[in-house]
Nanobody, 124 residues
Framework: QVQLVESGGGSVQSGGSLRVSCAAS?????????LGWFRQAPGKEREGVAF????????VYADSVKGRFTISQDDAKNTAYLQMNTLKPEDTAMYYC????????????????WGQGTQVTVSA
């Protein structure tokens, strides 16, 4: 059973914006306190980008995206979003959403539930 489904990736020029979405199953959305966005570029390790504590809405961002990306959630749609502004070529990667129940949402990538990913490509 698919638990997380990403969408909204695509190609954009440097300086542009994209919003990617992560639709979660009702079970996952209601039972996990952390939703996170990760990305992985070819030849590079997976990187945690943005995290949200689903209960209190607190957010955490990687330094590389702070001020440019915003993570949010819509409880009515069981969906998390990542709004990406002022995109740079180095943001090019496969973007994954993940869900888990943990004390620190940004503490590593050992999440239990993962989506299949959506590609984001930023051209110079």
């Amino acid at each position: 059973q698919v638990q997380l489904v990403e969408s909204g990736g695509g190609s954009v020029q440097s300086g542009g914006s994209l919003r990617v979405s992560c639709a979660a199953s009702p079970y996952i959305y209601s039972s996990r306190n952390c939703l996170g966005w990760f990305r992985q570029a070819p030849g590079k390790e997976r990187e945690g980008v943005a995290f949200i504590y689903t209960g209190g809405r607190a957010t955490v961002y990687a330094d590389s995206v702070k001020g440019r990306f915003t993570i949010s959630q819509d409880d009515a749609k069981n969906t998390a979003y990542l709004q990406m502004n002022t995109l740079k070529p180095e943001d090019t990667a496969m973007y994954y959403c993940a869900a888990d129940d943990r004390e620190y949402c940004s503490g590593g990538d050992g999440y239990n539930y993962w989506g299949q990913g959506t590609q984001v490509t930023v051209s110079a």
